[in-house]
């Protein structure tokens, strides 16, 4: 009797644990396992990591979060896209790699509607976002990539199915690719428009009690106060004794290939 209860309880705590890494909303809201288990457990064999992470650029706000990143002395990882909006900026894309940081894949138009049709849609979408970067970075280089919306969106199952996504990250995986979403999120690209000082807390509150933070913050147009709020994240990170890393970083960091 009591092996059964000790093995239903081991069952619902399982269960628990998949619905907080793994809660299905539209857009995707907690990290993929490259780093949940860690975050989950509060295993202290690393230090205390976080990654800050800009998607949706680049973008006029680009130059300015250079800037303060070079001030700050951080890294960061860029998971860009090429719209139209993107491309007056998109020289920036070497700039950004020049300064030591990381691009990473993202999506050529980010509209959900096509790129989720089915999954030749999503790689001609890459493909086309690899195209439009390849004058400014090697593009084995990119290896990276975020799925719009995140790994477990359900808005994708409106065009391609329900088990869409679980074949984009596999066949990702297949062509010896990474993907990663976020555990931590500024929600500096809502409908909202929060300030800086929201931003900030925020990014505080999904902080907490994680020893490895993925941060999602957006370097698009519309995302107006998120440069203004960068500084101050950073310090707060800075302060709580984490140390920056970008994503490839951080991967081979736990990996042990350093």
């Known amino acids: ?14 269960e628990g644990l998949h619905r907080l890494y793994h809660r299905s909303y539209e857009e995707t809201q907690v990290p993929n396992d490259c780093f949940a288990a860690a975050a989950a457990t509060g295993e202290s064999a690393v230090p205390k990591i976080v990654c800050l992470t800009f998607d949706d650029g680049p973008s006029c706000h680009t130059g300015e979060i250079l800037d303060i990143l070079a001030e700050q002395q951080v890294p960061a ?18 700039q ?18 096509r790129i989720y049709q089915n999954t030749d849609a999503f790689w001609q979408d890459i493909k086309a ?23 477990t969106n359900t808005v994708s199952h409106k065009y391609g199915g329900s088990s869409i996504m679980k074949t984009l990250k596999t066949q990702t995986e297949e062509k010896g690719w990474h993907w990663i979403d976020w555990n931590v999120c500024g929600e500096d690209a809502t409908a909202a428009h929060p300030d800086a000082a929201q931003i900030l807390k925020n990014i ?35 302060a709580e004794g984490y140390t920056f890393y970008t994503v490839e970083q951080m991967s081979e960091l736990q990996s042990g290939d350093k």
């Not at 009797?1 to 399982?14: D, G, Q, W």
């Not at 999904?206 to 995302?223: P, Q, R, S, Y």
Request: aromatic letters at 8%.
């Open 129 to 151: 976002l690899r195209q439009a970067l390849e004058p400014y970075l090697p593009l084995d280089s990119l290896t990276w990539l975020r799925f719009p919306g995140g790994s």
């Open 1 to 14: 009797m009591l092996t059964i209860v000790l093995l239903v309880l081991a069952i619902l705590l399982l």
């Open 96 to 113: 950004i790699a020049a300064q030591g940081h990381q691009v990473a894949m993202h999506s050529a138009t980010h509209k959900y509607s």
């Open 204 to 238: 505080q509150e999904d902080a907490k009690g994680h020893d490895t933070c993925v941060v999602l913050l957006h370097d698009a147009k519309a995302a107006s106060h998120t440069a203004e709020a960068l500084p101050e994240i950073i310090r707060w990170f800075q």
């Open 77 to 94: 990882t860029f998971f860009v896209c090429a719209q139209e909006i993107n491309e007056p900026y998109l020289p920036l894309v070497a």
